[in-house]
């Protein structure tokens, strides 16, 4: 399939005709070509954006909620047209493109269609100075959305949903890895009625499209999700100019397991957190401890369950496994995979390309599970993104705390546990901006999201997203 840009509400080829190829992670082939934008494009973009911001943005409360959540019926109703496209641009499977990445796009304007209606601003009274304060709540204007591969709808529509809904024009960039279902957005959101301008869809690489949107002076606010070195490049650009900025970025997550867990539970959840969409998602968690009165039987059922997980293609019903995202990606994951056993590393399954039949160029890998000799090792401390976890065991909570924080990133954080005491103690100490007890992945749309130490600065969820993308200004009338 091929992209076109989405700039004033119409389709349009990049200014300069500059394509890049977008191969299919299932078989390795083309199968489409997208446009590399120049700064011609973004510039193009951002007119349209202003040109129809003071009218976005004066539009009442009720007319934009109810675009939003036009929109997401749309989306719900080409539920299997955009999985379908999903699936085959990013390699996952379709079951899950089908009830997790979709259904959360659509969920997400439906969300910030009904939050926008709820966002209230403070008052306050200075008793003594005859005075009232109000604050206001005024959309910044034209804002940049950079969104990466992995969850490639889902996290493009978690950045413009609350971006429009709060009264901002967008000049948006899915990652140039997975386009196509950014693209098919554009068809949706014109015929749910988006004043054209309000929402602007642009293709391309991160460092000529990418570059464009974070140098523009007039691009007040990014929302970024990516790698921790784009989101370091990213603030050192923005910082001049004095932008807005939210960054999401990389996550190294402990998933800590203790021995008087549901253990049933933990085993089949554990499998999901560490292999769900190819371990490609920020929140997985890649570094397992284990309490030592456990870890033998941890191992062996743990081991056994993954060995099971079917790679195959990903629009087979029954695939767990697909494809990962890219070939570059593919071969740092085996790098990863190479250091382990330099690293003593003990590869207990998986390590292996695999060849699926009739796709045997698509980058398929083994579900990985490595048990390392320490917590040190670069594996255990870098971010793989990929089918990898590793495994090794703990004696005391203090031990596997200190561990646990001993990484530079500090996204989310699992803990299985019944002891409600101790629930407590570890989940206020883990350096994570999420921690999930007994559960992982569970998310409730309101709650804050985002992480600490490298894993990005600033929230998003909820009203944190809509308090993003507004200033405040506070009135102070005497009377
Ligand atoms: O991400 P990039 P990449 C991690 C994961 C992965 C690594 C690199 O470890 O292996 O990052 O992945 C755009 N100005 N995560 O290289 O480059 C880019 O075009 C403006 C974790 O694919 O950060 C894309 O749209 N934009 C992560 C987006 O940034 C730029 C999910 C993300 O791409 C730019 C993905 C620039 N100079 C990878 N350079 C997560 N937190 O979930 C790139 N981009």
């Known amino acids: 399939m091929n992209v076109q840009n989405y700039i004033n509400g119409k389709f349009s080829p990049p200014v300069n005709d500059a394509w890049i190829d977008n191969y299919c992670p299932a078989n390795g082939k083309i199968y489409g070509q997208i ?44 539920l299997q047209r955009f999985a379908e496209a999903e699936s085959k641009d990013n390699g996952k499977p379709i079951s899950l493109a089908k009830t997790v990445d979709i259904p959360r796009a659509a969920s997400n304007f439906r969300f910030f269609g009904n939050a926008i209606t709820q966002f209230a601003s403070e008052s306050h009274e200075s008793v003594g100075h005859d005075a009232i304060n109000y604050t206001l709540r005024q959309p910044i204007g034209i804002v940049g959305c950079i969104s990466p591969w992995n969850l490639p709808l889902y996290l493009f529509t978690w950045k413009i949903a609350p971006a429009i809904a709060a009264g901002n024009c967008v000049v948006a960039k899915p990652s ?5 279902t950014a693209y098919l957005l554009g068809e949706i959101c014109t015929e749910a009625g ?6 602007n869809i642009v293709h391309g690489l991160g460092n000529t499209t990418g570059q464009a949107i974070i140098e523009h002076p007039d691009i007040k606010a990014i929302s970024f999700t990516g790698g921790t070195a784009t989101g370091a490049h990213i603030a050192k650009v923005a910082a001049p100019m ?23 539970d933990m085993l089949e959840t554990t499998v999901r957190s560490s292999f769900a969409n190819q371990g490609q998602i920020c929140l997985c968690g890649s570094r397992i401890f284990v309490e030592a009165a456990i870890y033998e039987k941890f191992k062996t059922d743990f081991v056994e369950k993954v060995k ?12 767990n496994i697909g494809a990962l995202v890219s070939k570059p990606h ?17 590869i207990l399954c998986g390590g292996n390309k695999v060849i699926v039949t009739d796709y045997e160029d698509g980058y398929y890998l083994e579900p990985t599970v490595i048990e390392v000799a320490t917590d040190e090792c670069r594996v255990n401390q870098e971010e793989i993104f990929g089918p990898v976890v590793t495994i090794m065991p703990f004696n005391t909570e203090d031990n596997v705390l200190q561990m646990a924080n001993k990484v530079k990133y500090g996204l989310s954080a699992t803990l299985w546990t019944n002891n409600l005491k101790r629930t407590m103690r570890m989940s206020h100490q883990l350096q994570a901006g999420i921690v999930w007890v007994n559960t992982w992945m569970l998310r409730d749309l309101r709650t804050p999201f ?6 990005g600065v600033g929230r998003e969820g909820g009203f944190e997203a809509l308090r993003f993308f507004t200033e405040a200004k506070n009135v102070c009338i005497k009377y």
């Open 450 to 455: 985002g992480g600490v130490k490298a894993s």
């Open 330 to 346: 593919l071969e740092k994951v085996l790098q990863y995979i190479n250091m382990a056993k330099k690293e003593n590393g003990t």
């Open 308 to 319: 099971k997980l079917k790679i195959g293609h990903p629009s087979k019903e029954d695939t």
């Open 194 to 199: 988006l004043p054209k301008g309000v929402l």
């Open 242 to 264: 004095f932008k807005k900025l939210s960054l999401e970025l990389g996550g190294k997550n402990p998933n800590i397991i203790f021995a008087d867990c549901d253990y049933d």
């Open 35 to 78: 446009p590399n934008s120049s700064k011609d494009d973004i510039e193009n973009a951002y007119i349209a954006a202003k040109s129809v911001f003071p009218l976005w943005s004066q539009t009442t409360i009720d007319e934009r909620s109810k675009i939003l959540i036009k929109i997401s019926e749309l989306l719900d109703a080409n």
């Open 176 to 180: 140039e890895i997975t386009p196509v």
